[in-house]
């Protein structure tokens, strides 16, 4: 492993009870960052957010809240990096769309869709693919 | 969800009493939203002071409660966001949809 770099992989139940707690983690791990010039709270914040969008997309829509399924999600904290991966193993949801979306047209007064928009104007790049067994989504964030 | 629900006057005061509100209890906060609403009360305030993470369920909530409140004449009012609480209503640009005041009592006085 390169110096100072960490990388977590956690699996939870399928479960939105188990938002809090990555969220937690993933917010500590944001706090070890050493070389980010802003406000470090405020990305610990976003990755919080971030991450937690994510796995609800992975419960509720691809793995269609399926409490007997798990998700799995590895955190890759590096030098100039961090990098969030969502594994399901479900149907998959269509990322396309949503990200190709110019960020104006999102629609103030609708209950949700918020989410992917979210992830995509606080992180750097975001991809969704499929892998052996299900689905990765992606997300990087540069400093 | 731990909500603190009281009535003062004509307005009825609703104080999220969590440090997340998220995809896995907003649906609670959306529900009460919506009885108060059904019940005929017209004067609403959510205050946030306790809530440090909002995501975009928690903000889908609100979302909800405003546009019922709207549609029966009703009024929602919120109080006391955490800056990164209201950093997330402004990256979704809801901070131009709701009357958002710094106090509990700025936002009663408002009615």
Redesign the interface.
Known sequence: MKNNQIDLQITVPNQ??Y??LV?KISEELTSQVQNYDGDL??LA?HI??VL??AL?NA??HANSDNPDEEVQIRIIVMEHEILLQVFDHGKGFDLDTVLHNPVDT?N????????L??IR??MDSVNYRKIDGGNVLEMRKKF | MNLKVEETGKVVLIVVKEERLDAHNSEELKKELARLFDEGKTRVVVDLKDVRFIDSSGLGSLVSGFKNASARQAELKLSSLQSQVKSMFELTRLHRVFDIYTTIDEAIEAF
Do not use: C, F, K
């Open positions: 939105t009870r938002l809090s969220g709270d405020a914040n919080n957010v937690t969008e609800v419960i509720r999102i103030e007064l609708e209950d949700h869709g918020r989410g928009y979210i104007s606080l």
